[in-house]
T-cell receptor, first 117, second 113 residues
Framework: DAGVTQSPTHLIKTRGQQVTLRCSPKSGHDTVSWYQQALGQGPQFIFQ???????QRGNFPDRFSGHQFPNYSSELNVNALLLGDSALYLCASSLDGPSGPKTYEQFFGPGTRLTVL | AQSVTQLGSHVSVSEGALVLLRCNYS??????LFWYVQYPNQGLQLLLKYTTGATLVKGINGFEAEFKKSETSFHLTKPSAHMSDAAEYFCAVSKAAGNKLTFGGGTRVLVKP
């Protein structure tokens, strides 16, 4: 049973560029959440997708956007990159739909390390 | 709004000694509480969770935590540290199943031989 997968593993961009990160949830899960973890800090919630809609959003600017596909996979897009966007981006999945009991915990992928120069 | 405070950004313990990591939270509703561990260059792995019921929760790798509502605490313990316990530990809170997690700043554990 594959867990949460993310791609790419590492990414280097320059200021002003745009980036897309990808996530495939754990098999059977239908909800995807994205977190940003700056160096030496705890993860910060960006947003959550369920049924292809953004359901919750944290305190992040509109430069951060996302998408969820019918197969439940998800993308995180960041426009106009800033140096401060350098971080580990974590994707987490959970089950919230009618096909089974909800999961209390979120299962995390290995993350994408984004460096903005 | 929910928040989590982890006392001590770094903890050093000797192999075989007690590991105690402190977590205090604030929440306007009965919380769900979690401890996650992060090894270098990896994602987060769930150690244990409290949702409802028994307030002493046992997790993987010999860890346990006790939910104390009166103290708004959820401290993590392990009786005997092992070298493989060296990692960063995060306490997190959410207000509903599958809801967004609010994390503390993390505690890095160093285990001395």
């Amino acid at each position: 049973d594959a867990g949460v997968t993310q791609s790419p593993t590492h990414l280097i961009k320059t200021r002003g560029q745009q980036v897309t990160l990808r996530c495939s949830p754990k098999s059977g899960h239908d909800t995807v959440s994205w977190y940003q973890q700056a160096l030496g800090q705890g993860p910060q919630f960006i947003f959550q997708y369920y049924e292809e809609e953004e359901r919750q959003r944290g305190n992040f600017p509109d430069r951060f956007s996302g998408h969820q596909f019918p197969n439940y996979s998800s993308e995180l897009n960041v426009n106009a990159l800033l140096l401060g966007d350098s971080a580990l981006y974590l994707c987490a999945s959970s089950l919230d739909g009618p096909s089974g009991p909800k999961t209390y915990e979120q299962f995390f992928g290995p993350g994408t390390r984004l460096t903005v120069l | 709004a929910q928040s989590v405070t982890q006392l001590g950004s770094h903890v050093s313990v000797s192999e075989g000694a007690l590991v105690l990591l402190r977590c205090n939270y604030s929440s306007s509703v009965p919380p769900y509480l979690f401890w996650y561990v992060q090894y270098p260059n990896q994602g987060l792995q769930l150690l244990l969770k409290y949702t409802t019921g028994a307030t002493l929760v046992k997790g993987i790798n010999g860890f346990e935590a006790e939910f104390k509502k009166s103290e708004t605490s959820f401290h993590l313990t392990k009786p005997s540290a092992h070298m493989s316990d060296a990692a960063e530990y995060f306490c997190a809170v959410s207000k509903a199943a599958g809801n967004k997690l609010t994390f503390g700043g993390g505690t890095r554990v160093l285990v001395k031989p």
